[in-house]
């Protein structure tokens, strides 16, 4: 029997911050309304399930307009996990959450998202990371 192999090549064309923050979740969600402008609200939890290893709860916020997506992840895993590496990034698992930016953003806004950052007080470190870089970022398709 001949056998067809699928290869998928996604396209990763989204911004990614990761922060460290030493608040719960919906605290910091509610800081980055604040000072970002916009409407982070609380999604289902995502559920990955990997077969004989364990299951990774990861907690998500979402603001949706009509041309761009703001999702707020924490990236460590909500519920207990047996995993080894219980993380949504494992390779960048210093950062407590991941702000993930899909779609149009106003150029202007972008360069000025990194010193916004500095004036919301719940978040210690900010970094922008290239999806194109890490080791995991098929974990960041939804």
């Known amino acids: 029997m001949k056998t067809i192999c699928l290869d998928l090549d996604y396209d990763y064309d989204f911004e990614l911050f990761g922060l460290v923050s030493s608040s719960r979740e919906h605290k910091l969600a509610w800081a980055l309304n604040n000072y ?3 409407r ?3 999604q289902k939890d995502i559920y990955f399930d990997f077969l004989n290893k364990g299951r990774l709860v990861i907690s998500n916020y979402l603001h949706c307009t ?3 997506t703001f ?3 924490r990236n460590k895993s909500a519920d207990l ?3 080894k590496k219980p993380f949504l990034a494992p390779d960048i698992k210093e ?3 991941l702000l993930q930016i899909n779609g149009e953003v106003n150029d202007k806004w972008r ?3 990194n010193s916004l950052f500095k004036f919301v007080p719940l978040v210690q470190y900010v970094k922008k990371f290239d999806p194109n870089t890490l080791k995991f970022k098929e974990n960041l398709m939804f």
Do not use: A, G, M, N
Request: glycine residues 0%; proline residues 0%; neutral net charge.
């Open 81 to 83: 996990s047996t995993l």
């Open 95 to 97: 950062y407590d959450y």
């Open 66 to 68: 009509e041309c761009s």
């Open 111 to 113: 360069q000025e998202l």
């Open 36 to 38: 970002l402008r916009i």
């Open 71 to 73: 999702r707020l992840l």
């Open 40 to 42: 982070l609200v609380k």
